[in-house]
């Protein structure tokens, strides 16, 4: 089959702009299509890459095919943050679709071990063609318009198999805000003629970049933690049908090639995958793949570089559900032409790629219908039976301070189709008691016990210490979740969970003329604290703890406990009493009402040790060469876990601020001179006048090279390097140094106003860099610091294990009246650390009290 050459066929696209030219490129030559369906060139008005296409026309398109075809059906899957929506354009052939409910509920026959089914004849095999969840990786969207025309509009006996013996589904855009974002960019840069030109504008974006999501978080990270709508919804989708195959499209460096599946062997892949996942169903699909890549003359690479280890993967979520997750990459050309060091990229050589890897994908589910479909029937089946063999039955969990976090804990497991118990009564494992009411447990002996295995297990031996991303995802860690192993013979009764069951422990609040209590150990206590300081109420902090009667009889408080004194506000009592409730029912937390100041153990309510807590005004820099991740992250935890707004301003801005509004300041990782010296001095002196400066991770390290602090780098000896290694080596062994995403025990002062809220003196952390940070000098002032030997899930060397046990992760260093709070690790790790946000949102609100004077 011969085929245009690149630049002929951009200049026959651009030049002549009809269907047949641009078919004739995107497709083999003689395709027959259904002319009364429109190309994506005759509905856009422009030929498939000479323009990066808007989200809004992508819909449009999915939207015609559905209405002018028998073949397809739309549905509306969710919304993303900016409203765009997120769609899913079902092909099939029109018998097909007139019985795919039916299809559906046979499908799922497959992940019940319950069923048992013996003929496949007549089951579809169902595949989820998933686009651009990196938002400035656009080919893949491009070329999922010219897939859905293709089985939409073909009429090709290849076609016509596929229609009758596949459920096709076209996710179009994981990521619509972020997609948008870069095709805008790359639209108003485009030139005519166009800019090859690496350096041009087109092909370098500026900060935040259109890779991440509204709140610039990576949604190629949260098929686990699902911290964002988009992914909440793919998941709700995902579980209605469990696919057989799943794609994941991406883009890489210009000057790369094509990559496809297999992952690197062994290293690059998850634990819990069986290996008839990796040794059979990749290779067999990537026959289908070489093939049609050879065909159009495309070169590539397999079994390097990328990996299918983290299950927060699009490409790995599938592979642990018993589908064939595949992942694959295409140089980019980062805007419509960019050169390369073989040439030059266009944007339609990129769609070309991307579709014909979407073509081969059908070609093979259509080929390998019947091994996919007892492949995902086996997954199950022999799920079950290795979690009923496993010595241990299951895992309980639950903490006995934090409700918030026991809810937010169970609806992750919850959304992920984990079946959860809430236990009927007590329970004690290994001497850790698991209260009534706040103790749930997990059975090991469930069809998901490779996703039980997920959120549980802590490994620590790998066949490989090179990681792409993270090497641990332990997600009851992340939650600083309570849980042991369970051994009994007989599982613990108690009431098998539903989402919808899961309430907060709002309950209405009895008026007082004194005061009211909120407990700080409660994860949701800051959305309330927020909301009545934004109401103008006095909100006090414990500094010590105290127990006292109330309305519900006499309790026990710990650090950081909230009073509200009624007499002392300038509201009246009844104003008072009905902001407090407000604050409650929006928190979804309880509160205490007391009559007196009396206390019977430990401090009164009038005591010096309650202090005022100041409004934080925060604003936190972005922009330049600090992380959106971190940024977003912030950003996301304020806007939705505490409803606390936040200040964004851009690098290039900093010396217009009025420091006189703002009493916090934050800084992610980035490196900070570029400010200039007297921004930083005036930055100092704010300090000197009271502000409070949070620094995170690589701000941290600026802070400390910089004399910005007076803090020290942790002292130790790096991993030993031989005098002479073999040049191919070097990589890995560099990559073997580094700290790619682990967890470690810390050691916590609980009663500094930096942990409060924390019962417990350990403290899981995540730590993703090689930043080694010495103890505070004065004692006083290292508010976590790393246990002797603190791994406990993930990979490390061993050289940077010793070096790591006993330094900081939490210091505070005091100018002046000020203090800066130095993390060395980031607290709020992709939403899904809730277990340290705490220490990030004291630092918010307690900040100013965090230096130990």
Do not use: C
């Amino acid at each position: 089959m011969k085929y245009k050459s690149l630049i002929a066929a951009i200049i026959l696209i651009s030049s002549i702009g009809t269907a047949t030219a641009q078919n004739d490129y995107f497709f083999k030559q003689g395709e027959r299509f259904d002319t009364s369906i429109p190309t994506p060139e005759e509905f856009l008005g422009y030929p498939i890459g000479t323009l990066h296409t808007r989200h809004d026309a992508i819909v449009g398109y999915m939207y015609k095919l559905a209405e002018v075809s028998d073949r397809a059906t739309i549905q509306v899957i969710g919304e993303t943050y900016e409203h765009r929506k997120q769609v899913v354009l079902t092909i099939t052939s029109p018998e097909n679709q007139g019985n795919l409910e039916q299809i559906r509920q046979n499908h799922l026959k497959l992940v019940d071990p319950s069923q048992k089914v013996t003929d496949f004849d007549g089951m579809k095999s169902v595949v989820l063609l998933g686009y651009n969840v990196h938002g400035n990786e656009p080919s893949s969207s491009e070329a999922a318009l010219l897939t859905a025309y293709y089985y939409v509009a073909g009429r090709s006996a290849e076609v016509q198999a596929a229609l009758d013996d596949v459920v096709i589904m076209v996710d179009p855009a994981f990521n619509p805000d972020g997609r948008d974002r870069h095709s805008t960019w790359a639209n108003s840069f485009k030139g005519d003629p166009m800019v090859s030109d690496p350096i041009d504008a087109e092909h370098n974006e500026m900060w935040p970049r259109g890779r991440t999501n509204h709140y610039w978080y990576d949604l190629n990270r949260d098929w686990l933690p699902l911290a964002h709508v988009e992914s909440q919804n793919r998941i709700d989708f995902y579980h209605q049908w469990y696919p057989n195959v799943v794609t994941d499209f991406h883009e890489m460096g210009t000057n790369s090639t094509y990559f496809f599946e297999p992952t690197k062997p062994f290293g690059s892949e998850n634990p819990v995958v069986p290996r008839d996942n990796y040794d059979g169903l990749n290779n067999l699909f990537a026959g289908y793949f070489h093939e049609a890549l050879d065909e159009i003359g495309s070169l590539y690479f397999t079994k390097e570089s990328y990996d299918n280890s983290y299950p927060g993967y699009g490409s790995t979520y599938p592979d642990i559900h018993g589908a064939l997750g595949l992942v694959f990459e295409q140089a980019s050309s980062r805007g419509h032409l960019q050169d390369s060091r073989t040439g030059k990229v266009a944007f339609a050589f990129t769609i070309k790629n991307h579709l014909t890897s979407s073509l081969a994908t059908i070609r093979a589910a259509t080929g390998e219908r019947v091994t996919l479909l007892g492949h995902l029937q086996n997954y199950f089946d022999t799920a079950l039976d290795e979690g009923n063999k496993n010595p241990v039955s299951g895992w309980v969990f639950g903490d006995p301070a934090d409700d918030g976090r026991n809810s937010e804990f169970v609806d992750l497991l919850l959304r992920h189709r984990i079946e959860t118990i809430m236990l009927d009564d007590d329970i004690t494992i290994n001497e850790r008691e698991f209260k009534k009411g706040k103790a749930f447990y997990v059975p090991n002996g469930q069809k998901q016990y490779r996703m039980v295995r997920t959120m549980f297990e802590k490994p620590i031996t790998f066949y490989d210490s090179i990681f792409y991303d993270a090497s641990s995802w332990t997600a009851a860690l992340t939650y600083n979740m309570p849980y042991e192993d369970f051994r009994g013979r007989s599982a613990p009764g108690g009431t098998v969970l539903e989402r919808d069951q899961l309430t907060s422990t709002f309950n209405d609040v009895p008026k007082s003329g004194y005061a009211y209590l909120i407990e700080w150990d409660e994860y949701y206590a800051p959305k309330a604290l927020n909301y009545l300081l934004e109401k103008d109420i006095y909100v006090n902090s414990a500094f010590k703890k105290f127990s006292i009667e109330t309305n519900e009889g006499v309790k026990s408080y710990g650090y950081g406990t909230l009073m509200i004194p009624v007499r002392r506000q300038e509201h009246s009592a009844d104003l008072v009493h009905a902001l407090v409730s407000e604050a409650a029912e929006i928190a979804g937390i309880s509160v205490q009402s007391v009559s007196t100041g009396y206390s019977t153990t430990g401090i009164d309510l009038g005591s010096g040790n309650f202090q005022t807590i100041r409004k934080p005004k925060a604003l936190m820099i972005i922009g330049g060469n600090t992380s959106s991740y971190e940024a977003g992250e912030i950003w996301h935890l304020l806007d939705s876990k505490v409803g606390m707004p936040v200040t964004k301003v851009m690098a290039g801005s900093v010396g217009r601020v009025n420091w006189a509004n703002y009493n916090t300041l934050i800084l992610v990782s980035g490196n900070y001179g570029s400010l200039g010296e007297n921004t930083i001095n005036r930055i100092k002196q704010w300090v000197r006048e009271g502000g409070t400066v949070i620094t995170l991770r690589n701000a941290t390290s600026w802070a400390i090279r910089s004399k910005f602090v007076n803090a020290k780098f942790a002292e130790g000896e790096n991993r030993p390097t031989p005098d002479r290694m073999d040049y191919v080596t070097a990589r890995d062994f560099r990559g073997s140094n580094a700290i790619g995403g682990s967890m470690y025990m810390t050691d916590v002062d609980i009663s500094h106003p930096l942990a409060f809220g924390y019962t417990s003196r350990d403290l899981p952390v995540y730590r993703n860099h090689s930043i080694f940070m010495a103890p505070s000098s004065n004692p006083f002032s290292t508010v976590v610091k790393y246990k002797e030997n603190p791994l406990l899930a993930g990979y490390v060397n061993k050289a940077n294990l010793a070096r790591l046990g006993g330094t900081a992760s939490l210091i505070v260093s005091n100018i002046g009246r000020g203090n800066v709070i130095m993390f060395a690790d980031n607290p709020n790790f992709r939403g899904m650390w809730y277990g340290t946000n705490r220490l990030f949102l004291n630092a918010l609100f307690l900040g100013d009290k965090a230096g130990g004077r």
